[in-house]
């Protein structure tokens, strides 16, 4: 895997299901090997009462404990936004992150013709180097 | 009893039977997501009134009915936002239950203990629609002018927090329905010829039921998505049954009877029966931290409510709750009077939907027991994309009504009225009965003085009227001992405590909620 070139941190698009748990392990893995920050970014457009893809406040505090007990430096982002690719991509520029990791997941045709994909638009407007992951 | 099987056969022909079906789904999923109810959608559905058979869209209306009171139970359970406003109360202990891992009981005593109740009320139903329409039938129009202030007073004063707000937005219906030259004269039609027929029920109600929810979402659309509790397949254990079929059955005698005042609604034999199931229960510990007896009864209840509403509706033609009035006006779309005449005049209607409403009740069993998770579900759809649709079938249903572009502002208009009344907590039931009564109440006056000659006093000449106005005194001075003895209660805790202001933070959001009724 590339060295990132810059040291700036690793920004991870978290989603609460197994292709965010993927993207987070690889940011955290990553984070460590080169003693960067890691920023956990959970974002919702908070226009449906329930979504899935939004983690609770209990486990993203724990992931915060967990991961930062050895040592790493970890910062967590959960908020409501216009949209969440355009706010992971704000949070890497802002951050002047060295990587951004995101988890893709299949989709039908018919996802595809209805649906947009976050990981896509995160991959394409990026300005850093984008590392896309799948679960086992 | 040959009637009652009569309107089985009717209620069993594969079209009726469709449209049950179709009225059950639609009705529990406007009771899963907040916001809709049962009004809204029977509103929105008001112009299939032009298209299909009376018998067949009444039944669809009262699934929905039913629908939406199974429905809200999912909502305040998994997610502590109650669907309806009849289920505020279940969400209490509901919501406590699912936390601690028991939601599969929870929905399941909500499901089963709805059935019981449904079917309870709708054997009550049989026994006394007939009997009371034998009593109604004598009644003159100064007791049915009588029973109608009485409900115009009751659905304003008993009903939500504030009496002023409640008056305002009846005062307002009244103003609405007068739109118009109905009674030989033009009043408030602005030289408008347009305007000459009224403005027609269903683009009040479809305004203030849907675009005014629409514009009112709109204004909040993104809030912080809520944590549901994943759940699986409803199931109840052998202890769970013993807890609950007693608070079913205290919840139905609590429902049934409320629903069929004037000034029913679910709201207050809810409230009722989970204070007397925490005062009853053999473990009073667990109230407050998910009490199975706490969701058995309000359940109970306000399914027995919905059907309790039927009661004066068919024999009277006097809604009690919202939908109830939209089901009225729909009735009305068809040239029927709903009304002491109504049993005689449309027997085959009448026993059809008496007969519907156990079907319905056991298809609503079969799909919300088994279905609950799956109904969860719809509370992932985005707000954007469903108003859109709700918007759209709203417009569609305003223009179809005479096909007029000018009813399209009107609808814009009203919508506006709609939006405002949450925005200040008005309750909408108040307006949305005067709208529909009004005209009757103006009738039944008119009628009242044309045979006694313009006579005033025979306004008070019939026993049942004189019952009737001293009931309405009565309230009235309850209620004002009430308030003046809460306002000396509210002085000395002001006096007491000046750090009290998060109170009234609390106090809005609860009328926000009222107002959604």
Same mark, same amino acid.
């Given at each position: 895997m590339n060295t990132p070139i810059t040291d700036g941190p690793v920004v991870v698009a978290y989603a609460p299901d197994k292709f965010g748990r993927a993207a987070l392990d690889h940011g955290v893995a990553l984070a460590r090997r080169d003693g960067v920050p890691l920023i956990i970014v959970n974002d919702t457009r908070g226009d449906a009462y329930v979504d899935k893809r939004f983690a609770g406040d209990e486990e993203l505090a724990t992931l915060e404990r967990e991961l930062s007990a050895d040592g790493l430096t970890v910062s967590v982002r959960h908020d409501l936004v216009q949209d969440v690719a355009e706010a992971v991509v704000a949070v890497a520029d802002a951050e002047a992150a060295s990587l951004v990791v995101v988890g893709v997941r299949r989709r039908t045709a018919v996802g595809k013709a209805l649906l947009g994909s976050v990981a896509q638009r995160v991959i394409l407007d990026a300005r850093c180097p984008v590392l896309a992951v799948k679960p086992d | 009893m040959d009637l009652l099987l009569d309107g089985f056969a009717t209620a069993l022909t594969p079209e009726n039977l469709l449209f049950a079906t179709l009225g059950v789904l639609l009705g529990t999923a406007v009771g899963v997501l907040p916001g809709i109810g049962p009004a809204m959608a029977l509103a929105l559905l008001l112009p299939v009134t032009y298209s299909v058979g009376p018998d067949s869209a009444i039944i669809m209306f009262a699934g929905i009915y039913y629908g939406g009171m199974y429905g809200g139970s999912t909502t305040s359970i998994l997610l502590n936002t109650p669907g309806e406003s009849s289920s505020v109360i279940t969400a209490i202990e509901g919501n406590k239950m699912a936390k601690a891992g028991r939601a599969a009981q929870a929905l399941a005593t909500a499901a089963i203990g709805s059935f019981v109740a449904g079917t309870i009320a709708t054997v009550l139903l049989w026994v006394l629609v007939p009997r009371v329409a034998d009593i109604v039938v004598q009644l003159g129009a100064p007791s049915y002018f009588a029973i109608m202030l009485l409900a115009f007073f009751a659905v304003t004063m008993?009903?939500?927090?504030?009496? !002023?707000?409640?008056?305002?937005?009846?005062?307002?219906?009244?103003?609405?329905?007068?739109? $118009? @030259?109905? @009674?030989?004269?033009?009043?408030?039609?602005? &030289?408008?010829?347009?305007?000459? &027929?009224?403005? &027609?029920? /269903?683009? /009040? %109600? /479809?305004?203030?039921?849907?675009?005014?929810?629409? #514009?009112?979402?709109?204004?909040?659309?993104?809030? =912080?998505?809520?944590?549901?509790?994943?759940?699986?397949?409803?199931w109840m254990s052998r202890s769970d049954w013993r807890r609950s079929w007693k608070p079913w059955l205290r919840g139905t005698a609590y429902g049934f009877p409320f629903g069929a005042l004037p000034a029913g609604g679910a709201e207050v034999p809810t409230f009722l029966s989970y204070a007397t199931e925490k005062k009853l229960s053999k473990h009073p510990e667990?109230? $407050? =931290?998910?009490?199975? +007896? $706490?969701? %058995?009864?309000?359940?109970?209840?306000?399914?027995?409510?919905?059907?309790?509403?039927?009661?004066?509706? #068919?024999?009277?033609?006097?809604? @009690?709750t919202a939908t109830a009035a939209v089901m009225l006006s729909a009735f009305e779309g068809y040239g029927i009077q709903p009304g002491p005449q109504l049993l005689d005049a449309e027997p085959g209607l009448v026993w059809g939907l008496l007969a519907s409403l156990v079907i319905a009740n056991a298809l609503l069993l079969l799909i919300n027991l088994p279905m609950a998770p799956l109904w969860a579900k719809l509370l992932r759809v985005p707000r954007p994309q469903l108003y859109a649709g709700i918007l759209f079938f709203a417009c569609l249903g305003a223009y179809t009504v005479n096909f007029q572009a000018f009813d399209l502002g009107l609808l814009l208009a009203l919508g506006l009225?709609?939006?405002?009344?949450?925005?200040?907590? !008005?309750? /909408?039931?108040?307006?949305?009965?005067?709208?529909?009564?009004?005209?009757?109440? +103006? #009738?039944?006056?008119?009628?009242?003085? @044309?045979i006694s000659q313009g006579d005033v006093s025979t306004l008070w000449s019939e026993p049942v009227a004189i019952i009737v106005y001293a009931l309405m005194a009565l309230l009235a001075f309850v209620m004002g001992v009430g308030a003046l003895r809460r306002r000396a209660t509210e002085t000395i805790i002001a006096s007491r405590a000046t750090e009290s202001e998060s109170d009234v933070e609390h106090e809005s959001d609860v009328e926000q909620k009222e107002s959604h009724r």
């Open positions: - | 008993v009903l939500g927090s504030s009496k !002023l707000r409640g008056f305002i937005s009846l005062f307002l219906g009244l103003a609405i329905a007068m739109i $118009g @030259t109905q @009674t030989g004269q033009a009043r408030l039609t602005f &030289d408008q010829p347009l305007l000459a &027929d009224g403005i &027609d029920i /269903v683009v /009040v %109600a /479809v305004a203030i039921f849907a675009i005014g929810e629409a #514009l009112w979402v709109a204004a909040h659309l993104r809030r =912080k998505p809520l944590e549901i509790i994943p759940v699986g397949q409803p667990e109230f $407050g =931290k998910g009490a199975i +007896e $706490g969701v %058995a009864g309000p359940e109970a209840a306000n399914n027995a409510s919905a059907a309790g509403t039927l009661l004066p509706l #068919l024999t009277l033609g006097l809604p @009690t009225l709609g939006l405002a009344m949450r925005r200040f907590a !008005l309750p /909408v039931l108040p307006l949305i009965v005067a709208v529909i009564l009004g005209p009757r109440l +103006e #009738l039944q006056l008119t009628e009242a003085l @044309t």
